[in-house]
């Protein structure tokens, strides 16, 4: 059963500083229209510039996540980016009135509260995924970051610290296992004191104060550095308890490596699609993160060519449309019935197969010592392939026909033989008008393309 898009059912704002820039900010998250994504959009900047939540905008990274594009800067989002992929938001356009998001609490609590306040609607379209199939891995020094395939999303991380307090921690994320909202998104952010006087002292951590970091200290320290700690962060008492700043009661036992693995969920999540497939993440920062997060978008982009394989399906798989729903659809009939299943039926595309086997009637003489099938055949299975596209958008399909008006720009790339799985995808290249449509069609076996055209044809009504 497909999972469809939502969007947010009403908008909602939030405020608060930026964690580097100090700068009061409001950020507005409003409801979108599928298949938009995230947008982000500078409303403080003329013409309301928008910049996409996506891995490709990623430029730089220091100490939190950053997207530039045409010159326009926003960081910090991954928090807020977080929220909205654990609570399963596809689409939403954020409005930020300045360069950086609200720090808030140091965690993705407020803006998951918000979310949920706010409440999910669902689309009608079907959530986009990236299916992980192969091995991704990013590797710096220490830190590595893989990504493997599997049946669900996970996220495991392991975070390891040159600190007696912070050796090793140990979290992990099952998505539909996992709470995200009480046991991901309350993890705050977290700094050790040997870093913050110089993160103050170049001006990196203009809006931190001690409600939205733990600070963990991992070394002794003398009254006089508690009493200039004191006057960076505006507090008169600042003591040392278990090893945190000021008494600050932990949520968890494991809270920093839970941190980490909440940068994780919202950096990968600039992938642009919700994923399939298992994360482990060793030592991980933003740099890694938005690093494996652009090898996913390149891999996102090159499945979603127009050539490319339909990675999603699965032709062992029960079909949306067997061979007798087929039937019912198509005039065709053996031995010139030549799809065999279809997965996958949109206003814009369709993805059916044919299983080709020894006992096709063209191979009798097509070659007796080398069976080959006819690629007119080909053509003509991509065709029929077509037609189901062009009937599923009238309301009774077996009233119709369809007619090819033209085949052009036919080419063939490999010879199918028996035993060959053919798969079919055709793309619509422009809007049904008057009964008549164009498409790019595509056969491949396995994952090789085999076969390409272009293709017209018209719908015409020939029952009443």
């Not at 720090?103 to 706010?118: H, M």
């Not at 550095?225 to 278990?242: A, P, S, T």
Request: hydrophobic share 40%; glycine share 6%.
């Amino acid at each position: 059963m497909s999972v469809k898009q939502q969007t947010l059912a009403k908008e909602f704002s939030l405020k608060g500083k930026g964690l580097h820039t100090g700068k009061n900010v409001q950020v507005t998250f409003k409801p979108s229209a599928e298949n938009t994504g995230i947008v982000i959009v500078r409303t403080d900047l003329e013409g309301a510039p928008e910049v996409p939540a996506l891995a490709k905008y990623v430029e730089f990274t220091d100490r939190a996540s950053c997207l530039i594009k045409d010159g326009v800067r926003l960081f910090t989002m991954e928090h807020a980016m977080a929220a909205l992929y654990g609570c399963g938001v596809d689409n939403c356009r954020v409005e930020l009135d300045s360069e950086e998001f609200p720090i808030l609490d140091g965690s993705a609590l407020p803006y998951v509260k918000a979310i949920e306040e706010s409440k999910l609607v669902e689309q009608n379209a079907d959530r986009c995924y990236f299916v992980v199939d192969r091995k991704l891995e990013f590797v710096n020094g220490d830190t590595k970051i893989t990504l493997l395939p599997d049946d669900k999303y996970s996220v495991s991380v392991i975070a390891a610290y040159d600190s007696p307090y912070l050796k090793l921690q140990y979290a992990s994320y099952i998505d539909g296992e996992t709470d995200f909202a009480k046991e991901v998104a309350p993890s705050r952010t977290f700094v050790f004191l040997r870093e913050v006087e110089m993160l103050h002292n170049n001006n990196l951590i203009k809006g931190g104060d001690l409600d939205n970091a733990i600070v963990i200290v991992d070394r002794p320290m003398a009254e006089e550095e508690v009493k200039r700690l004191g006057k960076i962060f505006h507090h008169e008492d600042i003591q040392v308890k278990e090893g945190i700043l000021n008494n600050l009661e932990l949520h968890y036992e494991n809270e920093p490596a839970r941190h980490k693995m909440l940068d994780v969920i919202g950096d990968l999540s600039l992938c642009g699609r919700f994923i399939k497939g298992r994360v482990i993440a060793e030592r991980p920062g933003h740099k890694a993160n938005t690093s494996l997060a652009k090898m996913m978008y390149k891999e996102i982009v090159d499945k979603e060519k127009d050539e490319a394989y339909p990675y999603w399906v699965d032709v062992t798989a029960e079909p949306l449309l067997d061979i007798n729903k087929i039937k019912s659809m198509l005039p065709h009939r053996p031995p010139f019935l030549l799809v065999d299943k279809i997965y996958t039926i949109t206003d814009s595309m369709v993805v059916g197969c044919k299983n080709v086997t020894m006992n096709e009637p063209f191979f009798v003489g097509h070659f007796p010592d080398e069976p080959v099938m006819p690629g007119v055949l080909i053509v003509e299975a991509i065709s029929q392939c077509g037609g189901i596209l062009v009937l599923n958008s009238v309301p009774d399909p077996e009233n119709y026909s369809t007619y090819f008006m033209k085949i052009d720009a036919v080419k063939f790339r490999r010879k199918v033989v028996p035993g060959d799985t053919l798969v079919f995808k055709l793309i619509t290249l422009a809007p049904i008008k008057r009964g008549i449509v164009t498409m790019k069609g595509f056969a491949f076996v396995g994952k090789n393309l085999v076969c390409e055209g272009e293709f017209m044809a018209q719908v015409i009504k020939t029952k009443n």
